[in-house]
């Protein structure tokens, strides 16, 4: 939406407490203007009086659809952040949402996905960042005024007069509770300081170990956490909605500290304070540094959005929240969270039943196409989408979601991965969208050093049972074990075959040609089943040592002839060379172990030299020619692709569109 002027015309998305101190923030500020506020009780007598001048407006969705709105900020809840800021990205407004920006950092990642798709500016609201105070602090710090920094204490804590199970502030349904009402405060000030006294905007934390008291509502009521940094620097962090804390910054450093009181507000209230500073050195004596009084609190943070918004960036300058600071400050709030196992019951699957924009799933996607593949009885998607590294529910489902609606429908899973909570995430997922019947799920068993026929129905009735079905419609033994004859490994997988808890073709996984063979010879001589999919690591670059032990890969000229020969589908893993045609892998940098003992050749260099050269032809990138390269095949080829984030899947996208002739494929190989 193209910018009126040099004023920035904001909305206000939820007539809150906060909305009101951003109300004053804009007024005080110099870019912007509030001329609506969005309420889902439009007729609340006191909303003319709070925001006098601003057109009231009968619910969010209005706001979005305002024309005479550039920005709007988000002053829901915590569980509406996500989900507004995405369909206000998709109506082209500006954003500014009120921290946290989200759940989790898997929900902010997919907030700015929808931003960055857009082109939008998506912010959080941290309203110290871009005040005085926080610059000068930093000054401080990087010109060592106390010396080397080695320790830093954060509070932000108040006391809520009782327990209120139905206030946002306790409630579980309001995702409640001190670590992200007021914990990301401590963090965020950690994180900067760290990364002040390291000459960066910021530094992300190596470890965090937290604890938290959980009330009745199952919420944190307090808690706190430690933070180490790879500089030395340890922080000590605390917060909470039902004890008075200090409220105090402390920065220790080698020759003194620095403290601030009540940092959160310069010392004062949302309108402002002092702002200032005491230095006290270890031979006693104290300076006070001030920035001196400053205008409305919030207003730093209006004009940092608006200024961004009007040079047409997507996101804060620092000390602002970039991005990538406010992903990393949401990671440390999801590793507290994970320690004092805070999980609420919003982000499991009973209550999370849409999608993170609030709407039902949608069926019939089409950026990712589907094929027919020998022995599967439905058609499934050109590629596989891995997710061994999902955690909870809610971070699952962003990427399960994200896959289906573009037109996937084939999952990969194991019974080894994530000690079988992957299975189980899926199980709840598929039961709580009801796809089963649309999607083809892939189950692998028998991994070393448990590679025997006897454990293969037994962890395919565990993984069933986590899984929320009765078959899969794929199966491979995820290993060989060369001790055990081949014919009763094809006996155990026929079995289950017959009983219906396999559908559709079974095989290895890193299994040899001559294994392979010997398996479909010994189904033969005895009228079984024979193994009609094989999963081992196929792409552009030939692996050169094993990732893991036992791993072997299919990229060889006799492994490649044999595929064609057979026509046997190949699911491969590390279809891309996890990262060999991206730009972490190059000759003078070494500094990745498993790029360079698994890809490092100059053979393999001399294909990703190619790839770079094709992909500048044809207006690509050198990560989707390998991906196109594995889809190109002359024999079913099927990638198994594991993207972590949903930009990571759009870009894994964008490689369907390309079809390499098989001129192009030798020329990739050979030159």
């Known amino acids: 939406m193209a910018l009126q002027g040099t004023t920035i015309r904001w909305g206000i998305l939820g007539p809150g407490e906060i909305a009101k101190a ?42 979005l659809k305002d024309p005479e709105v550039d920005a709007i900020y988000i002053a829901t809840p915590h569980p509406g952040h996500a989900e507004w800021a995405i369909k206000a990205a998709e109506a082209g407004k500006h954003v500014l949402v009120e921290k946290p920006m989200a759940l989790s950092a898997f929900e902010a990642d997919a907030m700015f996905n929808a931003a960055r798709k857009a082109n939008t500016f998506l912010g959080e609201a941290f309203m110290y960042r871009l005040h005085p105070i926080t610059k000068k602090l930093a000054e401080l710090v990087s010109t060592g005024a106390i010396g080397e920094v080695r320790m830093i204490q954060s509070s932000f804590g108040f006391q809520m007069g009782k327990f209120l199970p139905e206030h946002r502030l306790f409630a579980n349904d309001m995702a409640g509770g001190g670590i992200l009402d007021v914990g990301g405060y401590t963090a965020s000030i950690a994180r900067f300081i760290a990364g002040a006294a390291a000459g960066k905007p910021f530094l992300d934390p190596v470890k965090v170990v937290g604890s938290a008291h959980l009330g009745k509502a199952g919420t944190d009521e307090w808690a706190a956490a430690v933070l180490e940094f790879d500089t030395g620097v340890i922080a000590q962090i605390s917060c909470s909605i039902f004890v008075q804390l200090e409220n105090v910054l402390r920065i220790h450093g080698g020759t003194g500290r620095i403290e601030v009181k009540d940092f959160w507000f310069a010392g004062g209230d949302r309108s402002g304070g002092p702002g200032n500073i005491e230095i006290i050195r270890n031979d006693g004596t104290r300076e006070t540094v001030s920035v001196g009084p400053q205008p409305h609190l919030y207003s730093f943070e209006a004009d940092g959005a608006g200024e961004a918004i009007l040079a047409g960036k997507r996101e804060f300058a620092p000390p602002g929240m970039t991005w990538a600071d406010s992903l990393g400050n949401l990671r440390v709030q999801d590793a507290w969270r994970a320690a004092a196992r805070l999980e609420y019951g919003i982000e499991k699957s009973a209550k999370r039943t849409a999608t993170l924009k609030g709407t039902p799933l949608q069926h019939g996607g089409t950026r990712i196409a589907k094929r027919s593949i020998p022995g599967v009885k439905k058609p499934a998607s050109v590629v596989a989408m891995g997710f061994e590294d999902f955690r909870t529910f809610s971070s699952a489902a962003i990427m399960l979601d994200g896959f289906f609606e573009a037109g996937g429908n084939l999952y990969d899973t194991a019974f080894v991965y994530g000690a079988g909570q992957t299975e189980a995430l899926f199980g709840e997922w598929h039961t709580n969208r009801g796809v089963r019947e649309d999607v083809v799920v892939i189950g692998k068993g028998a991994h070393s050093p448990l590679c025997y026929p006897d454990v293969i129905g037994k962890q395919l009735s565990q993984s069933l049972d986590r899984l929320k079905t009765d078959y899969v419609d794929l199966y491979f033994m995820h290993r060989d074990n060369l001790d055990v004859p081949v014919g009763e490994f094809v006996d155990a997988m026929d079995a289950e075959v017959k009983a219906g808890r396999i559908r559709g073709p079974f095989g290895g996984s890193n299994w040899t040609k001559a294994r392979m063979d010997e398996a479909i010879a010994y189904a033969e001589r005895t009228g079984k089943q024979a193994p009609g999919a094989l999963s081992n690591n196929f792409a552009l670059a030939e692996m050169i040592k094993p990732i893991w032990a036992g791993c072997i890969a299919a990229s060889d000229d006799a492994y490649k002839a044999w595929l064609i020969e ?80 949903l930009d990571e899947l759009d870009d894994s996208i964008k490689a369907l569109s390309i079809k390499l002739t098989p001129e192009q494929v030798r020329w990739l190989e050979r030159g």
């Open 566 to 645: 057979h026509q046997i589908p190949n699911f491969s893993w590390s279809s891309q060379a996890r990262g060999f045609f991206t730009d972490r892998a190059g000759r003078d940098k070494r500094d990745n172990a498993e790029l360079v003992d698994t890809w490092y050749s100059d053979s393999n260099f001399a294909r990703r030299d190619r790839a770079i050269e094709l992909s500048k032809q044809l207006g690509a990138s050198p990560i989707h020619i390998a991906l196109a390269y594995v889809l190109a095949q002359p024999f079913p080829s099927i990638p198994l692709i594991g993207p972590r984030r």
């Open 22 to 63: 951003f109300r004053d923030g804009v007024k005080a500020s110099r870019t912007g203007k509030l001329v609506a506020i969005a309420s889902r009780n439009p007729q609340k007598p006191s909303l003319p009086v709070d925001f006098p001048g601003a057109r009231i407006l009968d619910g969010y969705d209005a706001l």
